[in-house]
């Protein structure tokens, strides 16, 4: 079989799971297990990096885990909220929202892909800052807006993130640390 099918990646396989999980919830109007799910997506992002580098990868297996994590989160991070949003919110203005957030994501996404791979090249360890938004953020900031006002401002958020996705500020990497001092 093409792929990895090793420790390193098992964690994101389950959160695009969830996150699929998450889109047929939106459609049958689910909204809120649906948010519940993309922040079970952002749980398992959190964790699965970490856990890949407890493994010594090849040059293949390091790459592989850039592009599957990256679709991943497209699909959990950027489909997801984008989704319900449009279901939800059915204004023109939700369609419109929903459309460009995405496109943002997808394209944050594959320079994200670039860039991480051409650091790899130069440098070791992880990644110390992002450059943009991470589209990962998602699973923070989308549900507190849907809470807010039933959602009303959901379309606009969508906007605000997409610019973001796509503004190069840098933005300290979160790290957790499982050290036993």
């Known amino acids: 079989m093409i792929g990895i099918y090793n420790y390193t990646v098992i964690l994101t396989y389950v959160g695009m799971l969830i996150g699929f999980i998450g889109i047929t919830c939106t459609l049958k109007g ?28 090849t040059r293949e297996e390091k790459l592989f885990g850039i ?10 991070f ?6 319900i949003v449009y279901v939800f919110d059915t204004r023109g203005l939700s369609m419109f929202a929903s459309a460009i957030y995405l496109l943002f994501a997808l394209i944050r996404l594959a320079w994200f892909n670039v860039d991480e791979s051409q650091r790899q090249d130069k440098e070791e360890g992880r990644r110390k800052h992002y450059l943009g ?19 009303i401002l959901a379309p606009y958020a ?11 500020f840098r933005v300290p990497k979160p790290t957790l640390s499982f050290k036993h001092e």
């Open 78 to 83: 950027g489909v997801l909220p984008a989704l």
């Open 30 to 57: 689910k909204i809120h297990v649906a948010l519940t799910c993309l922040v079970l997506c952002g749980i398992c992002d959190m964790f699965d990096g970490k856990i890949a580098s407890t493994k010594q990868r």
């Open 158 to 168: 969508l906007i605000a993130m997409a610019i973001a996705f796509l503004t190069p």
């Open 133 to 151: 938004l991470p589209v990962t953020t998602a699973a923070i900031i989308f549900p507190i807006v849907m809470n807010i006002h039933q959602g």
């Open 67 to 76: 592009q599957i994590d990256s679709l991943s989160d497209l699909v959990c």
